[in-house]
């Protein structure tokens, strides 16, 4: 998701272009398998210190249940704006220094929001982690009851048969022991010996 913006930047403040989005993202980030393509539209402003960035975007993507572990299909919708500065003067090529940048200098720390020395602005980055924000922290197939999704269900049903030969432990005082620290028992028991 890269735009040339070398045209933009000749242009008076408030000059803006608009593009319709319908981009693949597979290599954008390996953790997120996309379902769909990225969709929407991004709007480019021309401001007195570069590029505003507007963007309304939307995608499918394949996650992984957060209960059942099965993958399920997860949309995202975001909506965006971003500030990008450029780093070369646009008419002369000149590298901008320091001290000519316009707006907030902790703006200039993020390499992402840097419009390169060929007037590319490159949105990848800003993109990213906006899907990432969009999307639920813990996804799911169903939200609503765990007990009416199918393959929680199942899963539960597969633990129960797996540690259906664990029986309830207890010491002689009636505490439940947990059994994963049954095995233990024995060395306290030597102990007291």
Known sequence: MQFNVAQLLKQPIGATREYELNDEIDGLDPELVPVSPLTGVVKLL????????????????????NRCLEPVEMSASFHFEESFRPL???ETGRFLMPQEFK??????????????????LDAS?????????????YPGCMFEDPANCPNFALRMQEIEEVHSDLVELTTPDGEVIDPRWAALLALKQDDAD
């Open 88 to 90: 070369t003067d646009v």
């Open 103 to 120: 707006g907030q200098q902790e703006e200039l720390n993020d390499a992402a929001l840097l419009i390169d020395d060929h007037h590319i």
């Open 46 to 65: 021309r401001t007195h210190s570069g590029i505003l960035l507007i963007g309304d975007l939307s995608i499918s993507l394949e996650m992984t249940c």
């Open 125 to 137: 980055e800003v993109i990213r982690q906006n899907i990432w924000l969009a999307l639920p922290m």
